[in-house]
Nanobody
């Protein structure tokens, strides 16, 4: 059974940075799984931000975060990261990591079946 635990969220001012972590158990990063980061703001749909294959390290990004966010992983720690820079108030949301990709678009929340509990990011102007 896959378990995902996010951490690293917080409250920052616009322009600030955070490093979000997703510690995974029940899967081995040495295999080539796709994992992803999503976010959801109140009243909005869950939005795909970035994905990474744990074996090859191949990454993809949403246009809205390309150049500001960086996804990475540490296979020895079975942990995925999202470095978020140049934060804007519109980045305020609950951030989730996801695993168990079943196919389809990488940024479709319905294409992942394992989720963490989320970590809140709040950006003030």
């Amino acid at each position: 059974q896959v378990q995902l635990v996010e951490s690293g969220g917080g409250s920052v001012q616009a322009g600030g940075s955070l490093t979000l972590s997703c510690a995974a158990s029940g899967i081995s990063f040495t295999r080539n799984y796709m994992m992803g980061w999503f976010r959801q703001a109140p009243g909005k749909e869950r939005e795909g931000l970035a994905s990474i294959y744990t074996g090859s390290g191949t990454t993809r990004y949403a246009n809205s975060v390309k150049g500001r966010f960086t996804i990475s992983r540490d296979n020895a720690k079975n942990t995925m990261y999202l470095q978020v820079n140049s934060l804007k108030p519109e980045d305020t949301a609950m951030y989730y990591c996801a695993a168990g990709y079943s196919g389809g678009s990488w940024d479709g929340a319905g294409n992942f079946d394992s989720w963490g509990q989320g970590t809140q990011v709040t950006v003030s102007s």
